[in-house]
C-alpha cells in the first residue's frame, strides 16, 4: 500500500532563516506531487505541484520554491522566511492507477511551521 | 476547474443524519465530484466520490442529480468524532489540479 511521509512534524523558526520541507511517498511510481499551505482556519492554497523529476509548476508567486529530485521526494524551500509564512504545510499525491481518472489526492500528515 | 460553494457551516446532534450539499454548475463532462474530511492539524482525507446518481461507502453516501451541478454528501448517525472540516471538489483526470474551497465546518453536538 502506498504511505506519504512529511518531516518534520512541527517546526519554529526566527524571520529571514531557511526552510526546508521534505515529503516523500512508497508504494508508488511516478507519482504527481502537491504542496499546499493552509492558514488558522482557512482552505487549502495550492503552491506548487509536479508531473515528474525535476517538473515543477508554480501555482503562487512568493518567497518560496520547490524541487523534485527524485521520483517520489518533494521538497519545499526558502531561502528567507516571512512571517507570513507562518502555516500547516501539507504534502500531497496522486496518480496510482486506481485514481488516475479522478485525481483523488492522498495528503500527508502535515508540518506545522510557525515563523516568530 | 469548476468552482463549488458549499455552506461555511453547519450544526448537527448527535445520532442525527447530516447533509451537505455542495453546487457546482460549471461542472465539466469528464469532472468526477470528491468529498474530503480533515481534523484539525491533519491532512484532509478522502471520503467518497462520485460521477452521477448515487455511491456508497462504509462513511458516507453521495447523491448526485442528473444534471450534475450540485451533489449532497450525507453522513448516517453522525457522533462527535465527524466533527471536521468537508470538502467538496470537482475535477477530471490526470495532473488536474484540484481547488480545496474553505469547505464546510461540521459541528456535532452531545
Known amino acids: 500500500s502506498q504511505t506519504i511521509h512529511q518531516w518534520p512534524a512541527t517546526l519554529v523558526q526566527p524571520v529571514g532563516s531557511p526552510l526546508s520541507l521534505e515529503c516523500t511517498v512508497e508504494g508508488t511510481s511516478n507519482p504527481n506531487l502537491y504542496w499546499y499551505r493552509q492558514a488558522a482556519g482557512r482552505g487549502l492554497q495550492l503552491l506548487f505541484y509536479s508531473v515528474g523529476i525535476g517538473q515543477i509548476s508554480s501555482e503562487v508567486p512568493q518567497n518560496l520554491s520547490a524541487s523534485r529530485p527524485q521520483d517520489r521526494q518533494f521538497i519545499l524551500s526558502s531561502k528567507k522566511l516571512l512571517l507570513s509564512d507562518s502555516g500547516f504545510y501539507l504534502c500531497a499525491w496522486s496518480g496510482d492507477r486506481g485514481s488516475w481518472r479522478t485525481d483523488t489526492q492522498y495528503f500527508g500528515p502535515g508540518t506545522r511551521l510557525t515563523v516568530l | 476547474l469548476a468552482k463549488t460553494t458549499q455552506p461555511i457551516s453547519m450544526d448537527s446532534y448527535e445520532g442525527q443524519e447530516v447533509n451537505i450539499t455542495c453546487s457546482h454548475n460549471?461542472?465539466?463532462?469528464?469532472?468526477?465530484i470528491t468529498w474530503y474530511q480533515q481534523f484539525p492539524s491533519q491532512g484532509p482525507r478522502f471520503i467518497i466520490q462520485?460521477?452521477?446518481t448515487k455511491v456508497t461507502n462504509e462513511v458516507a453516501s453521495l447523491f448526485i442529480p442528473a444534471d450534475r451541478k450540485s451533489s449532497t454528501l450525507s453522513l448516517p448517525r453522525v457522533s462527535l468524532s465527524d466533527t471536521a472540516v468537508y470538502y467538496c471538489?470537482?475535477?477530471?483526470?490526470?495532473?488536474?489540479?484540484?481547488?480545496f474551497g474553505a469547505g464546510t465546518r461540521l459541528a456535532v453536538h452531545p
Open positions: 462520485g460521477y452521477k
Open positions: 460549471n461542472i465539466a463532462t469528464n469532472d468526477y
Open positions: 471538489l470537482v475535477g477530471s483526470g490526470g495532473y488536474n489540479k484540484l481547488i
